[in-house]
């Protein structure tokens, strides 16, 4: 798929009538209904993308390839676009980072892993079919490659977060082969690693790539055959992340942007290392800096279950209350007590439940942080309360 932000002649046109349909009192989303009955990928403001084909990847993640219409503006790899699905007649929205089509005008890949109790994932591996169509937002997300391009770059991933380095490791292999690449790659068995004939390949055929599988549960580095491996001078009994596998597989990566998504250890190690590296080293202040980290789950709050904390949360001049204990996000704490908020991915990607924290101390799970009042920005799905809270919606 063709990674411009150039939109194409039909959408343009399309656009330019809804605009024209608008200033005579006729609403976007109901040019958009009208075209969705004629074809969905028509639509300009509420886009949509058939599922044109279906792989199984693993026992638990599944491949679906998804064709776009004209209006959809392209995507950079290790971008996220939103996908929304109607699961009994209640919609939601998730974040998946798609892989480019090579070859198909606005065509890319997501791959879904199954989650315990996740709606959609579920939704998603069971029942989506070719021919299907389903809602889809412009791509977004800075979890991408710098520009210009350094000669070296290092990805840590694990289980499903191996998907956006996946879409930039494509990309470097297909027009910057000659950039050298490092994957450091967790799960939980060699059958649990989506992509593992692909990334067999591509370490068999882009000499400047080095591929590092780990198997999580026996912790042995893997050469990509299954069998347990010591190359690059990393011993088998090697079990997690840590500044002495970094300096024997990349001996450079203080120097290096490194790319980092996996579940919420994984995460936090990569933070730990890379911040100890910084703290440590006068010379070079911008260590910690050249990691980049995107979390497709975020850590679970830790609080005691047992405080009840008082929120209060304005929106249009209307002031709703629930309490919210320590073991919760303050978007279940909320929807536990009855209330709608405003959401959609639940994962801190895309900003619909961020309030603006005017009183109170608040949890930050995807970096650990507490965040304190006075106006800052919060995202209910990735907080969780440690005081009573006075917060103030932002959408």
Known sequence: MAESSTVPLPAKAAVRLSGWLNQLGISPLAFDDTLSLINPLLTVHRLHARIVARQVETGTATTLVLQAGPAFKGLKPGQFVMIGVTINGVRHRRAYSPRT???????????????????????????????????????????????????????????????????????????????????????????????????????????????????????????????????????????????????????????????????APLMDAARAIWKEAGSTNWKNTGIAARLHLEAFAPAKPSGDPHARHEVRIVRDAETKSFQAAGDQTLLIAGETAGLSIKHGCRQGICHECTCRLNHGSVRDLTSGERIDGEGQPIRLCVSSAMSDLDLESLN
């Open 101 to 263: 089509v090579e070859g198909h005008a606005n065509r890319f890949a997501i791959t879904v892993q199954r989650q315990p109790g996740g709606l959609v994932s579920n939704h998603l591996n069971e029942q989506a079919r070719v021919g299907q169509f389903i809602e889809i937002e412009q791509a977004a997300g800075a979890f991408t490659l710098p520009s210009p391009l350094p000669a070296e770059v290092l990805f840590i991933a694990g289980g499903s977060g191996i998907t956006p380095s996946m879409a930039m490791l494509e990309h470097l292999q297909r027009h910057f082969s000659k950039t050298k690449a490092t994957l450091i790659y967790f799960a939980r068995s060699r059958d649990d690693r989506i992509f593992a004939k692909a990334l067999d390949k591509m370490a068999s055929t882009w000499s400047g790539f080095q591929y590092v599988a780990i198997d999580s549960v026996a912790n042995t580095p893997n050469d990509g055959s299954g069998r347990a491996s010591s190359a690059a001078g990393v011993s088998a009994s090697q079990q997690v992340l840590d500044a002495d596998m970094l300096g024997r597989l990349v001996p450079n990566w203080t120097k290096i942007p490194a790319y980092c998504c996996g579940p």
